[in-house]
Antibody, heavy 116, light 109 residues
Framework: QVQLQESGPGLVKPSQTLSLTCTVS??????????WSWIRQPAGKGLEWIGR???????NYNPSLKSRVTISVDTSKNQFSLKLSSVTAADTAVYYC????????WGQGTLVTVSS | DIQMTQSPSSLSASVGDRVTITCQAS??????LNWYQQKPGKAPKLLIY???NLETGVPSRFSGSGSGTDFTFTISSLQPEDIATYYC???????????FGQGTKLEIK
C-alpha cells in the first residue's frame, strides 16, 4: 500500500521560500511510470495543481506559478520536494502531494501559513 | 490553458434523489477526466477515472459519462454519507498540466 506524507515548516514569512517534502512509502518512487504532483487548497476554496515531476526527473508546472516553483526528486530517499519562492499570504493553503494523472494516492495534506 | 467549468457550485438535495454535476472543458480533452469526492479536513478521494470508469470499491450509485468537452457525474440515489464537495479534474498530457473544476458542494435538504 503506497503512502505519501508531506513534511515541512507550517509557518513561512512573506517573501521567503516555502519548502515541503513528500516521503513515499510502500513502493519505490522510481518504479512504474508515474507523475508525482503537488496540489494546494486555500481554506474554503478549490484545488489548484502546482506542478509535477516524472520518474525521469522531467517537470511541468502550472503556468500561473511557474516562475516561483521548483519540484525535485531524491530517489535515494524516496522523496520529492516543492520549493515556492517569494511567498505571500495568498500562498497560505493546505499542500498535498499526490501520485499519478489519475490520483488514487494522496498525502494527508499539510497546512502552510504565510505570515510575519 | 484548459479551463474546466463545473456546475453547479452548490447543490441541496434529499436522500434518495438523483444528483447530477456537470463539467465542461474549454477544449477537447477526450476522456481524460476524473471525479473526486472531498470531505472536510480530508484529502480528495478518487471516484471515477477516465470519464466513466468506477474506481474499485466505490459504490455503484456513482457514475460518470461524457467525452470531448462535456462531462456528467451522477449519484443515482443520494445517501447521507455522500455529503461532500465534488471536483472534476482533467489531465490531457498534450498540454501537460492538470486542471480542477471549481467544485460542487453537496448538501442534504
Amino acid at each position: 500500500q503506497v503512502q505519501l506524507q508531506e513534511s515541512g515548516p507550517g509557518l513561512v514569512k512573506p517573501s521567503q521560500t516555502l519548502s515541503l517534502t513528500c516521503t513515499v512509502s510502500g513502493g519505490s518512487i522510481s518504479s512504474g511510470s508515474y507523475y508525482w504532483s503537488w496540489i494546494r487548497q486555500p481554506a474554503g476554496k478549490g484545488l489548484e495543481w502546482i506542478g509535477r515531476i516524472y520518474t525521469s526527473g522531467s517537470t511541468n508546472y502550472n503556468p500561473s506559478l511557474k516562475s516561483r516553483v521548483t519540484i525535485s526528486v531524491d530517489t535515494s530517499k524516496n522523496q520529492f520536494s516543492l520549493k515556492l519562492s517569494s511567498v505571500t499570504a495568498a500562498d497560505t493553503a493546505v499542500y498535498y502531494c499526490a501520485r499519478g494523472d489519475i490520483v488514487f494516492y494522496w498525502g494527508q495534506g499539510t497546512l502552510v501559513t504565510v505570515s510575519s | 490553458d484548459i479551463q474546466m467549468t463545473q456546475s453547479p457550485s452548490s447543490l441541496s438535495a434529499s436522500v434518495g434523489d438523483r444528483v447530477t454535476i456537470t463539467c465542461q472543458a474549454s477544449q477537447d480533452i477526450s476522456n481524460y477526466l476524473n471525479w473526486y469526492q472531498q470531505k472536510p479536513g480530508k484529502a480528495p478521494k478518487l471516484l471515477i477515472y477516465d470519464a466513466s470508469n468506477l474506481e474499485t470499491g466505490v459504490p455503484s450509485r456513482f457514475s460518470g459519462s461524457g467525452s470531448g468537452t462535456d462531462f456528467t457525474f451522477t449519484i443515482s440515489s443520494l445517501q447521507p454519507e455522500d455529503i461532500a464537495t465534488y471536483y472534476c479534474q482533467q489531465y490531457d498530457n498534450l498540454l501537460p498540466m492538470y486542471t480542477f473544476g471549481q467544485g460542487t458542494k453537496l448538501e442534504i435538504k
